[in-house]
Nanobody
Framework: QVQLVESGGGLVQPGGSLRLSCAAS????????MAWFRQAPGKEREFVAA????????SETDSVQGRFLISRDNAKGTVYLHMSKLKPDDTAVYYC?????????????????WGQGTQVTVSS
């Protein structure tokens, strides 16, 4: 069993930056690959980025490449999403997820555990 708690969301102006954190607790959290998804009102949950167990491999959706960076610190049991050059279209609830199958996949069904989400609003 793994528990995930996101933090770091808030209101930011277009072009600004935020860092989201996901604190993972439970057994062997370093054996899970981790991901960030987001869901805007009226839209389906969307893959943002994923990172391997060791942190050596990452994957990002096209719309955030060059702006968002996923990283992890296994000693702290924390995964981060560094977001820069934020746009109004990035406004959503951001969710952290953990999984062991499916590689760094973008399908939400391949992840076993989810956090409660943190709101990010990009607006002037």
């Amino acid at each position: 069993q793994v528990q995930l708690v996101e933090s770091g969301g808030g209101l930011v102006q277009p072009g600004g930056s935020l860092r989201l954190s996901c604190a993972a607790s439970g057994r062997n959290t370093w054996t899970y690959h981790m991901a960030w998804f987001r869901q805007a009102p009226g839209k389906e949950r969307e893959f943002v980025a994923a990172i391997s167990e060791s942190g050596d491999s990452t994957s990002e959706t096209d719309s955030v490449q060059g702006r968002f960076l996923i990283s992890r610190d296994n000693a702290k049991g924390t995964v981060y999403l560094h977001m820069s050059k934020l746009k109004p279209d990035d406004t959503a609830v951001y969710y952290c997820a953990a999984g062991r199958q499916g590689g760094l996949g973008s399908n939400p069904s391949s992840y076993d555990y989810w956090g409660q989400g943190t709101q990010v609003t990009v607006s002037s």
